[in-house]
Protein backbone atom coordinates (compact mmCIF):
# COMPACT_ATOMS: atom_id res chain seq x y z
CA UNK A 1 0.00 0.00 0.00
CA UNK A 2 1.10 3.34 -0.94
CA UNK A 3 -0.30 6.34 1.80
CA UNK A 4 0.57 9.86 1.75
CA UNK A 5 0.46 12.67 5.10
CA UNK A 6 0.94 16.10 5.12
CA UNK A 7 2.35 17.69 8.46
CA UNK A 8 0.58 19.18 10.69
CA UNK A 9 -0.37 23.18 11.47
CA UNK A 10 2.58 25.48 11.86
CA UNK A 11 1.75 28.93 13.21
CA UNK A 12 2.31 29.97 9.52
CA UNK A 13 -0.46 27.67 8.31
CA UNK A 14 -2.73 29.84 11.05
CA UNK A 15 -2.16 33.04 9.40
CA UNK A 16 -1.98 31.23 5.75
CA UNK A 17 1.50 32.38 5.12
CA UNK A 18 2.85 30.98 1.80
CA UNK A 19 5.71 28.23 3.56
CA UNK A 20 7.57 26.72 0.39
CA UNK A 21 10.89 25.66 1.79
CA UNK A 22 11.09 28.10 5.03
CA UNK A 23 11.57 25.94 7.43
CA UNK A 24 8.60 26.23 10.05
CA UNK A 25 8.19 24.01 13.05
CA UNK A 26 5.09 22.50 13.72
CA UNK A 27 3.14 24.57 16.71
CA UNK A 28 0.96 22.57 19.43
CA UNK A 29 -1.95 21.87 17.91
CA UNK A 30 0.07 20.68 15.11
CA UNK A 31 1.84 18.22 17.65
CA UNK A 32 -1.87 17.77 18.50
CA UNK A 33 -2.97 16.69 15.30
CA UNK A 34 -0.39 14.29 14.61
CA UNK A 35 -0.31 12.76 18.23
CA UNK A 36 -4.30 12.59 17.20
CA UNK A 37 -3.58 11.38 13.97
CA UNK A 38 -1.58 8.72 15.86
CA UNK A 39 -4.36 6.96 17.83
CA UNK A 40 -6.77 7.02 14.48
CA UNK A 41 -4.23 5.04 12.59
CA UNK A 42 -2.74 2.69 15.56
CA UNK A 43 -4.38 -0.09 13.43
CA UNK A 44 -2.29 0.89 9.78
CA UNK A 45 0.37 -1.09 9.21
CA UNK A 46 3.45 0.94 7.76
CA UNK A 47 6.55 -0.56 7.03
CA UNK A 48 8.97 2.62 6.02
CA UNK A 49 8.41 6.25 6.41
CA UNK A 50 10.07 8.84 3.88
CA UNK A 51 9.50 12.42 4.45
CA UNK A 52 10.73 15.89 3.48
CA UNK A 53 13.32 17.48 5.10
CA UNK A 54 11.93 20.22 6.63
CA UNK A 55 11.09 19.72 10.67
CA UNK A 56 6.86 20.24 10.22
CA UNK A 57 7.01 16.90 8.00
CA UNK A 58 9.60 15.15 10.38
CA UNK A 59 8.21 15.75 13.50
CA UNK A 60 4.74 14.93 12.14
CA UNK A 61 6.24 11.21 11.07
CA UNK A 62 8.20 11.10 14.63
CA UNK A 63 4.91 12.26 16.23
CA UNK A 64 2.85 9.93 13.95
CA UNK A 65 4.73 7.10 14.16
CA UNK A 66 6.16 7.53 18.01
CA UNK A 67 6.24 3.60 19.96
CA UNK A 68 6.05 1.64 16.27
CA UNK A 69 9.25 -0.13 14.90
CA UNK A 70 9.01 2.43 11.75
CA UNK A 71 11.99 3.50 9.78
CA UNK A 72 11.53 7.30 8.81
CA UNK A 73 14.11 8.34 5.90
CA UNK A 74 14.25 11.58 4.85
CA UNK A 75 14.42 12.64 0.97
CA UNK A 76 14.92 15.42 -0.65
CA UNK A 77 13.06 14.65 -3.08
CA UNK A 78 10.20 15.07 -0.78
CA UNK A 79 10.94 18.93 0.20
CA UNK A 80 8.31 21.24 0.05
CA UNK A 81 7.89 23.17 -3.47
CA UNK A 82 9.72 26.66 -3.29
CA UNK A 83 8.38 29.70 -4.14
CA UNK A 84 11.03 31.97 -3.83
CA UNK A 85 10.44 35.62 -2.59
CA UNK A 86 6.94 35.14 -2.11
CA UNK A 87 7.18 32.80 1.16
CA UNK A 88 6.05 34.45 4.24
CA UNK A 89 3.26 36.14 2.24
CA UNK A 90 0.02 36.05 3.81
CA UNK A 91 -3.20 35.10 1.81
CA UNK A 92 -1.27 35.27 -1.25
CA UNK A 93 -4.13 33.77 -2.66
CA UNK A 94 -6.48 37.14 -2.10
CA UNK A 95 -3.46 39.92 -3.25
CA UNK A 96 -4.61 41.37 -7.01
CA UNK A 97 -2.03 40.35 -9.77
CA UNK A 98 -0.30 38.37 -7.09
CA UNK A 99 1.44 35.44 -9.65
CA UNK A 100 0.89 32.55 -7.01
CA UNK A 101 -3.17 32.91 -7.12
CA UNK A 102 -2.56 31.37 -10.80
CA UNK A 103 -0.71 28.44 -8.38
CA UNK A 104 -3.79 28.11 -6.49
CA UNK A 105 -6.64 28.79 -8.80
CA UNK A 106 -5.46 27.40 -11.72
CA UNK A 107 -2.21 25.24 -11.34
CA UNK A 108 -2.15 24.28 -15.01
CA UNK A 109 -1.14 27.66 -16.37
CA UNK A 110 1.41 28.41 -13.11
CA UNK A 111 4.63 29.80 -14.64
CA UNK A 112 8.22 30.45 -12.07
CA UNK A 113 7.01 33.83 -11.09
CA UNK A 114 10.46 34.65 -9.18
CA UNK A 115 14.39 34.18 -10.11
CA UNK A 116 14.75 30.45 -7.16
CA UNK A 117 11.15 29.47 -7.62
CA UNK A 118 10.16 25.92 -8.58
CA UNK A 119 8.22 24.84 -11.89
CA UNK A 120 6.11 22.42 -11.86
CA UNK A 121 7.87 20.43 -14.26
CA UNK A 122 10.79 20.57 -11.45
CA UNK A 123 8.15 19.68 -8.73
CA UNK A 124 6.84 16.79 -10.56
CA UNK A 125 10.54 15.33 -11.80
CA UNK A 126 11.52 15.58 -8.48
CA UNK A 127 8.45 13.98 -7.02
CA UNK A 128 8.18 11.32 -9.90
CA UNK A 129 11.57 10.32 -9.77
CA UNK A 130 11.29 9.27 -6.01
CA UNK A 131 8.25 7.57 -7.11
CA UNK A 132 9.74 5.36 -9.46
CA UNK A 133 12.87 5.14 -8.16
CA UNK A 134 11.93 4.35 -4.57
CA UNK A 135 8.37 4.24 -3.53
CA UNK A 136 7.02 2.26 -6.25
CA UNK A 137 9.36 -0.73 -5.77
CA UNK A 138 8.66 -0.74 -2.43
CA UNK A 139 4.69 -1.15 -3.22
CA UNK A 140 5.33 -3.95 -5.48
CA UNK A 141 7.00 -5.89 -3.31
CA UNK A 142 4.18 -5.65 -1.15
CA UNK A 143 5.32 -2.91 1.57
CA UNK A 144 2.97 -0.42 3.09
CA UNK A 145 4.70 3.02 2.46
CA UNK A 146 3.67 5.95 4.26
CA UNK A 147 5.35 9.42 2.71
CA UNK A 148 4.69 12.69 5.05
CA UNK A 149 5.36 15.88 3.35
CA UNK A 150 3.36 19.35 2.35
CA UNK A 151 0.89 20.37 0.43
CA UNK A 152 2.08 20.92 -3.24
CA UNK A 153 4.88 18.15 -3.09
CA UNK A 154 1.94 16.04 -1.75
CA UNK A 155 -0.62 17.47 -4.99
CA UNK A 156 2.20 16.29 -7.31
CA UNK A 157 2.61 12.36 -5.98
CA UNK A 158 -1.21 12.31 -5.67
CA UNK A 159 -1.27 13.90 -9.38
CA UNK A 160 1.19 11.04 -10.56
CA UNK A 161 -0.53 8.23 -9.10
CA UNK A 162 -3.97 8.89 -9.85
CA UNK A 163 -3.00 9.79 -13.10
CA UNK A 164 -4.80 13.67 -12.77
CA UNK A 165 -4.58 16.50 -15.11
CA UNK A 166 -2.39 19.74 -13.49
CA UNK A 167 -5.83 21.40 -13.55
CA UNK A 168 -7.16 18.85 -10.81
CA UNK A 169 -3.76 19.69 -8.78
CA UNK A 170 -5.31 20.75 -5.71
CA UNK A 171 -8.77 18.41 -6.23
CA UNK A 172 -8.07 15.95 -3.07
CA UNK A 173 -7.61 18.24 -0.75
CA UNK A 174 -4.51 18.00 1.09
CA UNK A 175 -5.67 18.48 4.51
CA UNK A 176 -3.01 18.81 7.93
CA UNK A 177 -2.56 15.48 9.59
CA UNK A 178 -4.93 12.98 7.33
CA UNK A 179 -4.13 10.03 6.02
CA UNK A 180 -4.39 9.47 2.60
CA UNK A 181 -4.28 6.02 0.80
CA UNK A 182 -3.47 6.52 -2.64
CA UNK A 183 -3.11 2.21 -3.68
Not at 4 to 14: A, F, S
Not at 50 to 64: D, G, K, M, N, Q
Not at 70 to 80: M, T
Not at 130 to 156: T, Y
Request: hydrophobic content about 40%.
Amino acid sequence: MLYIMRHGKTDWNMKYKLQGRTDIPLNDDGRKMAADAAKECADIHFDVCYCSPLVRARETAEIFLQGRDVPIIVDNRLIEMCFGEFEGTERCYEIPNCPMTVFFKTPAEYKVPVAGGESMDELFARTGEFLREVAMPLVEQGKDVLIVGHGAMNSSIICQVKNKERKDFWSDGIKNCKLMKLL
